[in-house]
């Protein structure tokens, strides 16, 4: 099959790396052409991943027009952020019939809608479109270690495609119908792994971020409801699974965005121009605010990040912000 993936940051490369080495043909569009240049010649990307050698059947390109062209499949992984303006670039390229996985992990901002959501809007067919989330750091799938993934789709063969396209002995993959479930975990994740990294950071030990991680499943469950979602979601590989891994790993840029940064007093722009990374949390804790004063979803965790990185928030206030609260029971509002 021949597959094109849009985006070549550290996932669209670990993503390309597994479609091709699972036979298939794969145009990787990146933004910079001096990196697709890279990528032909050397068979590396020069700035995600380094090290590792990419497969021959990864043709790389920065004109949308060339990765499109004869693609069975596209798989969009490009920051949340830019997640309309993608949509609009891929529109006038993509046939009628055309499958879309997005691996972007978000929320829009001003809207509320999850990636799915925005392409929508723009390319239309709900049906042919699919999320894919789960415990996947680009890291460890890149080279090879076993990992699985959630392919969530209202079309029960939309989710099939991608489910065969991605499936390998090293990276498994799972079906579900749950795509708003599944999108909203993929966003609450990364704000949580900065609350933890921000923890951590302050001298706290395993006892905290084993509060916050829980608690946190607990503000996703509840938006997860509101929004017509299932709460079972929260407990599976796109929930649970994401977010103990993005939480509690060394690889994760939110955690260490919140431990190193945050915590230390430096700023979101000190992050993004030393690591050339977008912090997706920072974006889905601000961009979360429209769905919780839409939907009344009480989210303390997500509101002490945001006021942390966007406000003026101090460090003390904010654990008080999530720390004393009044007592109620451990599950509510599901």
């Not at 990276?171 to 993929?186: K, N, P, Q």
């Amino acid at each position: 099959m021949r597959a094109a993936v849009i985006g070549a940051g550290s996932w669209g490369t670990a993503l390309s790396q597994v479609l091709a080495n699972n036979g298939h043909e794969v145009r990787l569009w990146a933004r910079k052409q001096e990196v697709a240049d890279a990528i032909n010649e050397i068979h590396r990307n020069p700035r995600y991943l380094s090290h590792a050698a990419l497969s021959e059947r990864i043709e790389a390109t920065s004109s949308f027009a060339f990765a499109l062209d004869g693609a069975e499949a596209v798989v969009v992984v490009t920051p949340s952020a830019t997640m309309r303006e993608t949509a609009e670039s891929l529109a006038p390229y993509l046939g009628e019939q055309t499958p879309l996985v997005i691996c972007s992990k978000g929320v829009e901002e001003g809207t509320g809608l999850v990636p799915t959501e925005v392409f929508t809007e723009v390319v239309g067919g709900p049906q042919r479109l699919a999320a894919l989330s789960g415990p996947t750091h680009a890291e460890e799938v890149i080279e090879g270690m076993p990992s699985a993934t959630v392919i969530a789709s209202t079309d029960e063969a939309t989710a099939a495609t991608f489910r065969d396209l991605f499936a390998t002995d090293s990276f498994r993959t799972y079906t579900s119908a749950d795509v708003i479930g599944v999108e909203l975990c993929a966003a609450f994740k990364n704000v949580i792994a900065i609350a933890v990294g921000v923890s951590y950071g302050m001298g706290f030990g395993d006892n905290t971020a084993a509060v916050l991680i829980p608690r946190g499943l607990a503000e996703t469950s509840r938006m997860v409801v509101a929004r017509g979602g299932d709460a079972i979601t929260c407990m599976g590989l796109a929930g649970a699974g994401d977010m103990v891994v993005t939480c509690m790993s060394q690889h994760s840029r939110n955690r260490r965005f919140g431990e190193q940064y945050v915590a230390r007093g430096k700023t979101l722009a000190d992050f993004e121009a030393e690591t050339h990374m977008v912090v997706e949390g920072a974006i889905a804790c601000k961009t979360l605010a429209v769905l919780e004063e839409r939907s009344g979803v009480e989210l303390p965790i997500t509101d002490a990040i945001r006021a942390l990185v966007w406000g003026d928030m101090t460090l003390d206030v904010a654990k008080d912000l999530v720390f004393d609260r009044p007592l109620t029971t451990e599950f509510y509002g599901l």
